[in-house]
């Protein structure tokens, strides 16, 4: 099963974005990502741009002591796909970020609601586009098609 969808960053990028954290909170995200979808149904696949290396920018950051991330910018063409609604008001998309750090207890998807300042100099970063996926047991990211 497809956990979530989004951009994903190879190790070195991971590492650069990870760096931007000027607080560091004591749970640092493993995984360098954006999320289009979480628990994504099988029409919310979108096999069509998987593995598709995918340019952002990056235009923000917030602390709250809870959570730490960065706030980023989705090229026009690829806004369709980011179908990431607010679970808690379901018509309205979440900011588009990525979570850095947590705090003990923290939920990495309550980042969408700190309040980022701007960044002096917006940073533009690639990615690809991929699945999380939880299956027997296993964790793992993917840049394939999920119907095969």
């Keep these: 099963m ?17 760096e931007l954290d000027k607080n560091k909170l004591p ?9 289009f979808k979480a628990y994504p149904k099988d029409e919310e696949l979108f096999d069509e741009i998987i593995g598709k290396e ?6 923000g950051y917030g602390n709250d002591g809870k959570n730490s991330g960065l706030k980023v910018e989705i090229p026009n063409e690829y806004k369709k796909y980011y ?8 018509t309205k998309l979440q900011t588009p970020h990525i979570t850095l750090s947590i705090s003990e207890g923290a939920k990495p998807y309550k980042t969408k609601d700190l309040n980022f300042i701007d ?12 699945y999380w996926i939880k299956e027997n047991d296993k964790e793992y990211l993917s840049y394939e098609p999920y119907f095969k």
């Design 54 to 59: 995918i340019e952002i920018k990056i235009v």
């Design 27 to 35: 749970i640092i995200n493993d995984e360098i990502h954006c999320t």
């Design 83 to 90: 179908i990431n609604y607010d679970e808690e008001n379901p």
């Design 119 to 130: 960044i002096e100099k917006p940073i533009k970063v690639k990615g690809k586009f991929g």
């Design 2 to 18: 497809v956990n979530y969808e989004g951009i994903f960053f190879e190790k070195e990028i991971a590492k650069q974005i990870s």
